[in-house]
Antibody, heavy 124, light 107 residues
Framework: EVKLEESGGGLVQPGGSLRLSCAASGFTFRSYEMNWVRQAPGKGLEWVSY????????YDADSVKGRFTISRDNAKNSLYLQMNSLRAEDTAVYYCTRDRSPEEMGTPQAFDIWGQGTMVTVSP | DIQMTQSPSSLSASVGDRVTITCRAS??????LNWYQQKPGKAPKLLIY???SLQSGVPSRFSGRMSGTDFTLTISSLQPEDFATYYC?????????FGGGTKVEIK
């Protein structure tokens, strides 16, 4: 079964840090580009970060640039999101997603596999 | 950034109805438009990619079309399991952007 499972969410104070992890299984992780997408409570979807299959190309949303860092360990079939200088507006469910095509496109495309999400709450 | 304007924001429909949701891009995005379905408390699910290609396993009652910068998602005969929120997303350029969503409710 193709699966993504996020972990690492929780309650953190403003200005704090958190590291999210996403464990991939059931497919050749190193062949796929990956992303993080978030959804604030009761709101729509917001793309956060993209990383190419090799890890050499990264794109971030302006809202997280300089604060969040996406990375991956292909040997461990894992995707990460290091979140620093957290703000109240970062409160959201964070989803790990897989790009649909196993070819390296160099930019994010359509997301065919999503994890169940992990909640991050930034509050005093 | 490319803005995606989705309409309507909500609609009420009955089982068996034909439903159309529209998404307009603020500039040309070729066919780089994807549609997702999200049910409460669940992760989104990819329905349509590249404007009109049906994702594997998605029922054929879902279809997508493009006309210039206007894109439509059509459900030909609404089923009980289709009541959900639908989002469009452009993948033409970063930052990827989503429409605001369309909530399809039971009439």
């Amino acid at each position: 079964e193709v699966k993504l499972e996020e972990s690492g969410g929780g309650l953190v104070q403003p200005g704090g840090s958190l590291r999210l992890s996403c464990a991939a299984s059931g497919f050749t992780f190193r062949s796929y580009e990956m992303n993080w997408v978030r959804q604030a409570p009761g709101k729509g979807l917001e793309w956060v970060s993209y990383i190419s299959s090799s890890g050499n190309t990264i794109y971030d949303a302006d809202s997280v640039k300089g604060r969040f860092t996406i990375s991956r360990d292909n040997a461990k079939n894992s995707l990460y999101l290091q979140m620093n200088s957290l703000r109240a507006e970062d409160t959201a469910v964070y989803y790990c997603t897989r790009d649909r095509s196993p070819e390296e496109m160099g930019t994010p495309q359509a997301f065919d596999i999503w994890g169940q999400g992990t909640m991050v709450t930034v509050s005093p | 950034d490319i803005q995606m304007t989705q309409s309507p924001s909500s609609l009420s429909a009955s089982v068996g109805d034909r439903v159309t949701i529209t998404c307009r891009a603020s500039q040309s995005i070729n066919n780089c438009l994807n549609w997702y379905q999200q049910k409460p408390g669940k992760a989104p699910k990819l329905l349509i990619y590249a404007a009109s290609s049906l994702q594997s396993g998605v029922p054929s009652r879902f279809s997508g079309r493009m006309s210039g910068t206007d894109f439509t998602l059509t459900i030909s005969s609404l089923q009980p399991e289709d009541f959900a929120t639908y989002y469009c997303q452009q993948s033409y350029s970063t930052p990827l952007t989503f429409g605001g969503g369309t909530k399809v409710e039971i009439k």
